[in-house]
Each structure stands twice: as C-alpha cells, then as structure tokens.
C-alpha cells in the first residue's frame, strides 16, 4: 500500500482507503460480522483511513468503526465522517452552530473519540458555500476541540471551487471516476494550488466500473441502486455518476481489452482515478474481507501507459461526456 498526503491536515493516508457507506446499509444486506472482518483486513492491507458519516445507517457505520479501533488499538486509523444531512428539512438554515455542534457530539459519541480527525460537510445546499458563516461555525467547532480538520463533500465541480475559497476548508470529496472526469479539467489545478487534500467518491460507478453489472442485474429492495436509479430519493448524478446504462456497457467494452492481465476491471479503474497526482486516495466500499482486498490491490498495479490513458479519455467523450450534466 502506497500513501500520500492529505493536503495540509498532517495525515498521511492510503490511497486506496475505505468506504463505509455500505457497512452502514443502502446497498443491499449487511451483516456486522462480515463488516468487521471487511474492517480488519483493510487494516491488515494497509489502509490507515476510513470515511463514513453520521447517516449511514443512521450511526451503525460509526459504531462499527468505534469497535474496530477499540479492537486494534496499536494501528492509527483516521476517520472521516459527515454532518449534515441529519437535517430534515435538508435546507442551507439549518447548517448552524447549535445544529452543527449537535451532529458532531452525536459522532463523537458514536465513534467513542473525544475529536473528530475530518469532519465533512455532507453534500450541503449549494447555497451553503456562499455562507461564511457556516465554515465559521466549522471554525469554532475546531477551537473547542471537538473537530481537528474540516472540509467538504460535494456533488459539483463548482461546489468544489467556492468551497476552497474559504481558507480553513482541507480536503474535498468529490465524483471522481473514469464516468466522471471533469474534476481533472475543472478543479484538481486549483486542489494542487491551495494544497487541499481530494477525496475521489464513487471511484466505481455505483459498480458499473466492476464489469459484472449487466443488462440483466437486478438490486434488492433496500439497495438504492434500485430505488434511487434517476435520484428519486437523493442526489440526481450520485447513482452511476448519472451515466446512461446503455452508454456506460459501450464505453466498458472499449476499456475491457486495457486491462492488465491478472487485475479486474474494478482494479483498473482504481488504478486510473491514483494516475492524478492531485488525488489524495480513492475510497472505494466494501461489505466482505475479498472485496477489501480486491480493491486494495489497486495500489500494487503499475502505471496506466499514456497511450491507454488517451483512449480512455476518447472512450469518456464518445460514450459518456454527452450525457453527463454540466455542472458535473
């Protein structure tokens, strides 16, 4: 396992960490015990950074994580979790001191830390970036202790560079996968410029970057890859990057013959998205200890040659760029 620093909050981090969305639920079902152990070999890997946030499965995710430290107490694992989308309604007023405060004692207590080591904004209104004095609120909260670093995770390109104007924000989290390439041409020259730790989200495309989703694949009830297929539910864009899924099986049949003998097409596209230096780490989700270190051993690949880079890039504009917002 490689590390690379993220930004400027002191913490040097896997590049290929952990997502603990689906540990929490929404991805079909979960059993704590595979969890655990999906937590333990990431540690055995190598991997020193787990995100999560405070509504996955409603603290389940944090809780989780609390036990694995309290059971590896001589590995340092840093964790990021998420506030704000407790909020009902999920308005920018709400993003206030008390509320923020709130949220974070709550994860405090989850994890059974007395400091939070990142604390993210999860995918606020739009508007909330142009509030300083939400990120002023953020400030407070790291003068009192409870939070050592801040930052944000967006939904747009553009959420991400008016979050980096406000000089206390670390790190970004954002859509970054062969889908979704726009953060490379829009944003990582300014990450690089300020020193901002990135965070690449759905590395894998809601799995469509794994190969083994078919025309025929079908999700459980509660998986919301089935209920949240066009953002019923959450976030236009978040399931498949928003991506056709007749576009997406001809851009995947053009990337099949580039991958590397011996490595999967998950790998592949882990190993694309680590080839820009201004991304810190990829945090691809895992529910069982194999698919840990599948998506682990990302890390190990060789470098993607520039030629095989250029048809990727093809393959994005002919497939996928047209059908991708703007604002992604």
Request: glycine share 8%; aromatic share 8%; charged share 25%.
């Amino acid at each position: 396992m490689k590390y690379r620093p993220l930004g400027k909050t002191g913490m040097n981090v896997a590049e290929v960490s952990f997502g603990a969305w689906a540990i929490g639920g929404s991805w079909g079902e979960v059993d704590d015990e595979q969890s655990m152990a999906a937590l333990h070999k990431a540690v055995d890997e190598g991997v020193n950074f787990i995100d999560t946030a405070d509504v996955y499965g409603d603290g389940r995710s944090e809780r989780l994580i609390a036990q694995l430290k309290r059971e590896r107490p001589t590995d340092q694992i840093f964790v990021a979790t998420k506030a704000g989308r407790r909020l009902n309604p999920h308005v920018a007023a709400g993003y206030t001191y008390e509320n923020l405060r709130g949220f974070v004692e709550r994860s405090l207590q989850n994890l059974e830390t007395d400091g939070l080591d990142l604390l993210q904004l999860h995918c606020p209104p739009s508007e909330v970036y142009d509030q300083p004095e939400v990120f002023a609120a953020l400030d407070r909260l790291v003068q009192e202790g409870k939070v050592r670093n801040y930052g944000v995770s967006v939904e747009t390109v553009d959420e991400a560079v008016r979050a980096v104007e406000h000089p206390n924000v670390k790190t970004v989290q954002i859509i970054f996968n062969i889908f979704r390439q726009k953060p490379a041409d829009a944003f990582f020259r300014t990450a690089v410029g300020k020193q901002i730790g990135v965070l690449a989200r759905v590395p894998l495309a809601s799995g469509l970057l794994t190969g083994k989703i078919t025309p025929a694949t079908t999700f459980a009830a509660d998986d919301h890859r089935n209920f949240n297929r066009h953002g019923e539910a959450f976030d236009v864009g978040e399931i498949f990057s928003g991506v056709p899924l007749n576009a997406a099986f001809d851009a995947l049949e053009g990337l099949k013959p580039l991958v590397p003998p011996g490595a999967t097409m998950a790998q592949f596209a882990l190993r694309w998205i680590l080839m820009f230096d201004a991304v810190t780490c990829t945090i691809p989700g895992a529910k069982r200890p194999d698919q840990v270190a599948d998506n682990c051993a990302a890390s190990e690949l060789g470098p993607i040659e520039r030629s095989e880079m250029e048809v990727i890039r093809v393959l994005y504009d002919t497939y996928v760029r047209p059908h991708v917002h703007h604002k992604w």
